[in-house]
């Protein structure tokens, strides 16, 4: 089923009921984008590899939604599948302006799919995270609450009266006239609509309603209404402010479906699924913590059961049957002896078909996924025996081994396959591994021949001059330092070396780029107090100015959230930032503050998940994230 603006709202109980009798869901996303900077080295620890697409990612825009409900039919004894595919902009008023980036690459692959921009823009739901909803609807709530009569009045310039006098005339005339119940005024712009607003209200108080209204291309015009004893002014007025509500719910939009599937606690399944999680939690929830662990935990409160099919069909038994594990490819496998894919049917116009054939359509990709899983549990069930098509409990013996695991492609074959969101991450040896510094001219063919006595490399390029080099031989890399020592076209240096080189290189130049902003700020005070002083005396004031605070701070304090729409998500003041700060610049646009690493995330509750307070250190008696032992076999 397509979801857009138009039919979200009445759409929206329907997603309720098909997650609450799911067994298990299944999501896909696409961007706009990727990756902006630096890639993902294969060598990275799955610590770096999460902060490079922090810094290079979260920027893109997330345009499509995929979600597909998986439920049992007990009757038929076989699953069937509710499948949405939502189309996503945020397009502010009355929620927030957003910039995002975007990738020619990635649009115009979009675009070979049959990717409909222009429904994007014109009928794509809007969405924000919960502290900017908890903000705004504070600040509704709060601007309602204050009435006309408390409204400061504004003086009409003299060079605005004359227009304000005629408009009223022509008010004048229509509520004399009684052909029609309504009037537009156009061509006014926002300070003379607000000039209306105070006169028409203040002259016509008992006559007539005065409202904005938006037309079709986004231009605003005053319209009057004619008051009457079955519309009088205080149910105008009632409709008003409900009107606001409904354009402020519309504009919270697809973060309710985010929030019902994190609330469902149910089996989350995707492909490759990484992006699809960093991309939810960041434009539906929270924006993500710079801090690793505290991502991990973040993670497992929001979806505390997540599975990678990526990661699941590079294991055995699949990973010896799997020639590709790209999603279409990895269908046509599964549709294969040893494999076999389950029978899932859908009521018509409410999911997909294997008929159809919607590729790198969100939905579409989502149902896909899901029969992959399917066909693999039921390989894993008749290894062991069993008979049941139904999926077990998600911390079931069979899925196990697969559950909480996030795959990294770029770092798989180089023994670091996976995030674990419930326990350590692995962690590799990289004593096969060497940064390696050549002339330009090089191409890859003669870095294979410097190092054809140590048998079959991996070489990724750092740029012209530089690679990475790794050898399948590890029981020869400590002899490679050595052969290479008296070779006067190279530098050859082992990975861990070079890595701490690299790490205090980058801590030298945030050290520079903090004492430049320190220097230019402290001069900037010292001038800014100085001035403040002068005006001070000038004026004789006996008040005391108020001048620049000498303290640093890159992160503005967030305000309490005491409460948000769904009545789930709270979030407490944030600490104060600690004396010392500094100025970290990432991929050349984000600034982060090692004082504003700090995410604040209470406990999960059975029935309502509260975000109270987000500390990786806290001890409450009752905790977010409870680790498991790890599990490496199905008995």
């Given amino acids: 089923m397509e979801v857009t603006r138009k039919n979200f709202k009445e759409t929206l109980p329907l997603i309720s009921e098909s997650i609450n009798k799911a067994d298990f869901l299944v999501i896909d996303t696409e961007f ?23 810094n290079g990612s979260t920027d893109f825009l997330l345009i499509q939604y ?47 799919q049959g990717f409909d921009f222009n429904k994007l823009i014109k009928e794509g739901i809007s969405y924000m995270t919960e502290p900017i909803e908890s903000r705004l609807r504070e600040n509704l709530a709060e601007r309602q609450s204050r009435s006309n009569s408390e409204q400061e009045s504004i003086t009409i310039p003299v060079e605005q009266r004359s227009q304000i006098e005629d408009i009223c005339k022509k008010v004048r005339e229509f509520l004399d006239n009684s052909k029609s119940d309504e009037m537009e005024i156009d061509r006014c712009n926002a300070f003379i609509r607000r000039l209306l607003f105070q006169e028409l209200g203040a002259r016509f108080k008992n006559e007539a309603f005065v409202e904005t209204k938006v037309l079709e291309n986004k231009d605003r015009v005053l319209k009057v209404s004619r008051l009457t004893p079955e519309n009088k002014g205080e149910n105008r007025n009632l409709q008003k402010k409900e009107k606001e509500w409904e354009e402020f719910e519309e504009a919270v939009g697809f ?148 559950l909480n695991k996030l795959f990294l492609a770029k770092t798989a074959h180089q023994d670091s396959p996976y995030i674990n969101l419930t326990g350590p991450d692995p962690t590799p040896s990289r004593d096969h591994v060497f940064h390696l510094t050549f002339p330009k001219e090089w191409q890859r063919s003669d870095i294979n021949q410097l190092f054809s006595a140590f048998g079959q490399i991996t070489v990724q390029f750092l740029d012209d001059t530089s690679a990475l080099v790794a050898l399948s031989r590890r029981d020869l890399a400590k002899t490679v330092t050595w052969v290479f020592a008296n070779n006067n076209r190279i530098s050859i240096m082992p990975y861990v070396k070079y890595k701490l ?18 220097r230019l700020y402290s001069s900037d005070n010292a001038l800014a107090r100085r001035d403040t002083v002068s005006d001070s005396n000038a004026t004789g004031s006996p008040e005391k100015s108020r001048g620049r605070s000498n303290s640093v701070s890159l992160a503005d304090a967030q305000p309490a959230r005491k409460r948000c729409a769904s009545g789930v998500f709270q979030i407490d003041e944030m600490e104060p930032p600690p004396k010392k700060a500094e100025l970290v610049v990432s991929n050349g646009k984000r600034k982060h503050s090692d004082c504003a690493k700090e995410t604040t995330i209470s406990k ?20 977010c994230v409870k680790a498991f032992k790890e599990i490496d076999s199905w008995d």
């Fill in 32 to 54: 706009t984008g990727l990756i902006n900077g630096r890639d993902v080295s294969m060598f990275d620890s799955p610590q770096e590899y999460y902060t490079t697409l922090l």
């Fill in 66 to 112: 995929g979600l597909c409900a998986f439920f049992w039919d007990e009757e038929e004894k076989h699953y069937k599948n509710d499948a949405y595919n939502f189309y996503l902009f945020p397009r502010g008023r009355p929620g927030p302006e957003k910039m995002f980036l975007c990738q020619s690459s990635s649009l115009d692959f979009l675009a070979a």
């Fill in 255 to 402: 973060s309710k479906v985010a929030r019902m599937i994190s609330q469902s606690e149910k089996l989350v399944i995707g492909h490759n699924m990484l992006l699809d999680v960093l991309h939810t939690l960041n434009h539906f929830f929270q924006p993500l913590p710079s801090d690793y662990s505290s991502f991990k935990e973040f993670t497992h409160c929001m979806f505390p059961r997540i599975l990678d099919t990526k990661y699941m069909c590079s294991l055995p038994p699949f990973k010896d049957k799997v020639n590709s594990s790209v999603l279409q490819h990895l269908l046509s496998t599964l549709s294969e002896p040893p494999f076999s894919l389950p029978k899932v049917e859908c009521a018509a116009g409410r999911g997909y078909t294997c008929a159809q054939n919607k590729a790198h359509e969100a939905g579409f990709d989502a149902y896909v996924t899901g029969l992959c899983f399917l066909a693999m549990q039921a390989h894993l069930a008749r290894m062991r025996g069993e008979r049941g098509a139904r999926v077990a409990q998600a911390d079931a013996p069979p899925l196990r081994p697969f």
């Fill in 501 to 518: 080189l690299n790490n205090k290189h980058q801590s030298e130049r945030r050290e520079e780029t903090s004492e430049k902003f320190m």
């Fill in 604 to 623: 999960r509750k059975e029935t309502n998940k509260v975000i109270d307070r987000y500390d990786s250190d806290s001890k409450s008696k009752v905790e």
